[in-house]
């Protein structure tokens, strides 16, 4: 999903990406506004209450294929440390979907990079998001296939929103692996927070972290799911893409530091 989203950054991906590993003085400071949840000393994900609010939306707009976007956002630090803000998501226009996967097209790309365009010229992009409808809240070998080679930077994360079950989580990279754990939400609305979800992004020993090989559904019971044409279309469709992201990038002079 966007050879090019490496390149936002003046950061290198490495061969095991982990978030332990940023450096939090190579970010601007800012203190989080209205948390809800634990901070804890380390790399943590804040996500704002309105892009959640988007998301489930986004979500719950059909529970018979899966739905997707980018989210938008970027690093700084605090005296506990480095962490990601998440202050926006694009939803994914003309995306081609079924039940169990959900593929970014090259329309999707121009879409998405218009919308940065116009709303956040300043921000990066910091990972992606998608629906797993009525099968619970894990990465799966496409998904996996996905954030290895697309978001592969220390600091960027895949979110998975079931609008059915009303479960959701974030993944962060440790010792290169995606990695689920809990995040703190900024409550930056005054529109009352959906009753799905929140709990369990921010429930539970804080930092706490749980393989995503270890989640409730085994890989294997959805390798329909991640079949290898699956994943070679994605492949085929990602490449198809990458040129006009990398012109794009280059257009706008983001392949080095902010």
């Not at 988007?54 to 989210?71: D, S, Y």
């Not at 479960?167 to 799905?196: I, S």
């Amino acid at each position: 999903m966007g050879l090019a989203v490496s390149q936002t950054t003046n950061q290198l991906p490495s061969a095991a990406p982990d978030a332990g590993t940023i450096v939090p003085t190579d970010w601007p400071r800012r203190d989080i506004d209205r948390r809800v949840g634990q901070r804890v000393r380390g790399f943590q994900v804040v996500i704002r209450q309105s892009v959640l609010n988007e998301i489930h939306a986004h979500g719950k707009t059909t529970t018979r294929v899966e739905v997707g976007g980018v989210l938008v956002g970027d690093v700084y630090h605090d005296d506990d440390g480095p962490y990601l803000l998440i202050h926006a998501a694009v939803p994914a226009d003309c995306t081609r979907s079924d039940a169990a996967h959900v593929t970014f097209t090259g329309e999707t790309w121009a879409h998405i990079h218009r919308q940065m365009d116009e709303k956040f010229p300043d921000a990066r992009i910091v990972g992606w998001y998608h629906t797993h409808p009525d099968f619970g809240i894990f990465l799966s070998e496409m998904d996996l296939f996905i954030q290895r080679n697309f978001f592969d930077l220390p600091w960027q994360v895949a979110f998975v929103y079931d609008p059915v079950r009303g479960d959701e989580g974030m993944f962060v990279w440790c010792a290169g692996e995606p990695t689920r754990q809990a995040v703190l939400v900024e409550n930056d609305t005054d529109q009352p927070a959906a009753k799905d979800g929140n709990p369990r992004l921010s429930d539970g020993p804080p930092g706490e972290l749980s393989p995503a090989e270890n989640l409730a559904t085994p890989v294997d019971e959805i390798a329909t799911a991640a079949s290898f044409w699956s994943i070679l279309l994605v492949f085929v469709t990602l490449l198809a893409a990458a040129v006009a992201v990398v012109e794009w990038f280059d257009r706008h002079g983001q392949t080095g530091s902010k």
